[in-house]
């Protein structure tokens, strides 16, 4: 199982010095929207410079102008981007369509999606890859990422990944869960060591 490391509301030196003090924890580096919202494509350059051998994920939150939006984080440095899976369906297509010609992927996230038709129609479109997500302000009320949401994919052929608030305390269950990839923020970056906790982490990943 790999673990991916979400850099949100980072400043840019936060972030150089978190993925410094945690590369050897982490599989999948990924760089935040809001981050991108802050510093721009320049940043994802930067971070490709600095990890040439690492997955980068370009969090884009794309919902619109797919195609515009690809080329830009594909040739920023990104091997996957973020697509909504409420977007309509060209810009789900447009984006694969790229991500195919650069020889990158697409993650769909999941946010909001509660509904098993929606998830046929993203397998119908050759999505191959999904992200479980209960957002920032979603977990206010509804509480960091709970495993029942896996029923959600069950049954279909896909790449599962999750993420939402996820925890020491919680990634135990959510492993036996088997999804591909978790996806932490905050439990890492704002950690007093977050060398300590990704190493825990990926040490609950690797049992
Ligand atoms: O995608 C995310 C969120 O929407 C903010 O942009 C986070 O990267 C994801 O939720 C992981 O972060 P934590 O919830 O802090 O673990």
Known sequence: MKLQLALDRLTREECIQILND????????????GVIKEYGMPIV???RGLYPSKLIMADMKTCDAGRHEA???????ADIITVMAFSSKLTILETLKV??????RIMVDLLEVDSRDKIAELQELDVDLVSL????DK???KGDFNTDLFSLVKGYDFEVTVAGGI????????????????IV??????????????TKMKQILNQ
Do not use: C, M, W
Request: net charge negative; no cysteine; aromatic share 4%.
């Open 185 to 198: 923020g905050s439990a890492i970056t704002k950690a007093e060591n977050p060398y300590d906790v990704a």
């Open 133 to 136: 997500h209960v957002g920032k």
């Open 99 to 104: 991500a195919k010609e650069y020889g990158k």
């Open 167 to 182: 925890n020491l305390t919680t990634l135990p269950s959510i492993v036996k869960e088997k999804p591909d990839t978790v």
């Open 22 to 33: 945690t590369q050897e924890a982490i599989d999948i580096i990924e760089i935040g929207t």
């Open 139 to 141: 977990q206010q009320e």
């Open 71 to 77: 080329i830009q984080a594909f040739d920023a440095g």
């Open 45 to 47: 350059r930067e971070i």
